[in-house]
């Protein structure tokens, strides 16, 4: 039964999995955070030194609408949510439209009494890697002609982000050095040597980690010693420096995330 709290995980939408399944409540959550702090001298007040966002949990809470005397359809039915469960991936909920998480773990109620037909279950989606909402849908600037340039991208959401870069070396001829700044935390490859019409490629996957990559070759070493760790860029209209020593087509996303 199609009901008006929805909720999927890996695409499959958990009120589809049977008619049965009632979806009492879906707690959105906000992220963990994690704050340091000391004293500060004079005998009042501290002074924080590190904050750290550590996970997010979304909990989904079910019934089964089933008599307690037909027990094997109970039981059934909690088997099919447990494997859902069990799937991990994006979730996605009708109550924070345009919006997913990557779940990395599940916490799994306890089954109690199947008996007792009015029970309620509460299912906990936890993220690790990215503990925020993150838009299903990039934003984007490209532009189809850079050698040593700004662009300018509006970033999305409530907290930091990262940017995920493309640039195609439309020159003809091998590229040796690139450099990408993107709101002041810049990354710079020496003896790259990108090749006519291969890409240099910024990204990360679902576990929040940064790859670079040349075509089919993984060029994170060529980072020179000066380089940040990653492309981040707070929320709000933010420059993209892009630097080549020949023209390359430029292309840069972010997803928003959001409490």
């Not at 993150?134 to 532009?143: G, H, L, R, S």
Request: glycine share 8%; net charge neutral.
């Amino acid at each position: 039964m199609i009901l008006n709290r929805r909720v999927a995980l890996g695409g499959v939408q958990l009120d589809e999995i049977h008619e049965r399944i009632v979806i009492r409540n879906i707690d959105a959550g906000v992220p963990h955070e994690n704050v340091q702090a000391v004293n500060r001298m004079g005998g009042f007040g501290q002074r924080v030194t590190t904050q750290h966002w550590e996970s997010k949990d979304v909990l989904v809470s079910f019934a089964i609408d089933v008599p307690k005397y037909d027990f094997a359809a109970r039981r059934q039915i909690w088997d099919d949510v447990i494997s859902w469960a069990l799937r991990k991936g994006w979730l996605t909920c009708n109550e924070v439209p345009g919006k997913r998480m990557y779940v990395d773990k599940v916490v799994l109620p306890g089954i109690g009494d199947l008996w007792e037909w009015t029970n309620e279950y509460t299912l906990t989606f936890r993220a690790y890697a990215v503990p925020f909402w993150q838009d299903e849908t990039a934003a984007q600037v490209v532009n189809n002609n850079i050698t040593s340039g700004r662009m300018w991208l509006d970033v999305p959401g409530h907290f930091t982000t990262v940017a995920d870069v493309q640039l195609k070396n439309i020159s003809g001829m091998t590229i040796p050095n690139l450099s990408v700044n993107a709101g002041g935390s810049a990354i710079a490859l020496n003896g790259v040597n990108l090749t006519a019409s291969e890409t240099l490629t910024f990204s990360h996957g679902t576990d929040g980690y940064l790859r670079i990559t040349a075509g089919s070759r993984n060029v994170y070493s060529y980072r020179t010693a000066g380089s940040a760790d990653d492309l981040y860029l707070d929320p709000g209209s933010r420059a993209i420096d892009v630097s080549a020593t020949r023209a390359v087509k430029a292309t840069v996303t972010a997803f928003g995330r959001y409490a």
